[in-house]
């Protein structure tokens, strides 16, 4: 038994050693290379683009084309928010300060593209439209996904490859939500 016990721990110090070798060796999948179903896929994204300041309005197939279409965040109110948990017999109050901080939409939405770019490389092309809360134009991006794929892109040259195409994406702005941590003010028991 202590043998068993013994060889289990040495696979499980071998593993933690080599997770970085086997990823590059592709003996281990990456967390992003997850094959998500398009019924996952969908809610997911809507998910992280919101985080980063995007509203997804519409995000659809056709044809084995992916439409995206998205909208940047308009500016919220520096405050603090209060949030009350609670059960049976008791409540906890809590406040969390929340600011809004404005940033450049494209470099965002490139993070967001590059989060699913394992997913997003299933599609033949992808079009994704912008729309600005500050002008109404809506800007198009149109995307390879298999270019994607093939390139170590970061987030910050995915985005000048697209402003280099399209200059007036520099402009798309949009305010990320900054949640600064809990402050619990107090249980009360009744």
């Known amino acids: 038994m202590y043998n068993a016990i013994g060889i289990i721990h040495a696979m499980i110090l071998f593993s933690i050693n080599n997770l970085k070798i086997g990823i590059a060796r592709k003996w281990i999948p990456r967390l992003d290379?997850?094959?998500?179903?398009?019924?996952?896929?969908?809610?997911?994204?809507?998910?992280k683009a919101k985080l980063l300041g995007l509203h997804t309005l519409t995000f659809e197939v056709n044809y084995n084309t992916l439409f995206i279409k998205l909208k940047t965040r308009l500016e919220g109110i520096n405050q603090d928010e209060k949030i009350f948990m609670g059960g049976e017999g008791w409540s906890?109050?809590?406040?969390?300060?929340?600011?809004?901080v404005e940033k450049p939409a494209i470099p965002l939405l490139a993070n967001t593209v590059?989060?699913?770019q394992y997913n997003l490389s299933k599609y033949n092309e992808i079009n994704i439209e912008l729309t600005g809360k500050d002008d109404n134009r809506e800007y198009h991006i149109e995307l390879d996904p298999k270019q994607l794929l093939n390139n170590d892109l970061t987030a910050m040259e995915l985005a000048e490859t697209w402003i280099k195409d399209n200059p007036e994406l520099d402009s798309i702005r949009t305010w990320l939500r900054i949640e600064k941590g809990i402050v619990n003010l107090g249980t009360q028991y009744h």
């Open 33 to 47: 290379d997850i094959d998500l179903l398009f019924e996952e896929l969908k809610p997911s994204f809507k998910h």
């Open 92 to 100: 906890s109050a809590h406040v969390v300060p929340v600011e809004y």
């Open 114 to 116: 590059l989060e699913y």
